[in-house]
């Protein structure tokens, strides 16, 4: 059974930088699709950015797009999400989760089988 624990996130200004990472343990997740969501207090969780077991073919949510960066070690068993240009709406806990097969829509919460326990991250203005 896959464990996911996400580690990186903190206290940050707007403009800045941080980078998360996902690690995995128990099982390889060297052939699953992996994906990041963010939840904002009060709303629902949202999609943030997708990749292919590969490590390629990133998929961006609008919001993140050209400021955010998904990447994996598969030789670390790791998921990473640079964030760059952060504002104070990418506040959220962030999560990463693993798909259940290849091939099924990143953006869809119900395609991922397993979940971290969330970063928080705060950007403050």
């Known amino acids: 059974q896959v464990q996911l624990i996400e580690t990186g996130g903190g206290l940050v200004q707007a403009g800045d930088s941080l980078k998360l990472s996902c690690a995995a343990s128990?099982?390889?997740?060297?052939?699953?699709?992996m994906g990041w969501f963010r939840q904002a207090p009060g709303k629902e969780r949202d999609f943030v950015a997708g990749?292919?077991?590969?490590?390629?073919?990133?998929y961006y949510a609008d919001a993140v797009k050209g400021r955010f960066t998904i990447s994996r070690d598969n030789a670390e068993n790791t998921v990473y999400l640079q964030m760059d240009g952060l504002k104070p709406e990418d506040t959220a806990v962030y999560y990463c989760?693993?798909?259940?097969?290849?091939?099924?829509?990143?953006?869809?919460?119900?395609?991922?089988?397993?979940w971290g326990r969330g970063t928080q991250v705060t950007v403050s203005s």
């Open positions: 989760a693993k798909q259940r097969a290849y091939g099924l829509a990143y953006v869809r919460p119900s395609n991922y089988d397993t």
């Open positions: 990749l292919a077991y590969s490590g390629g073919n990133p």
């Open positions: 128990g099982r390889n997740i060297t052939g699953y699709p």
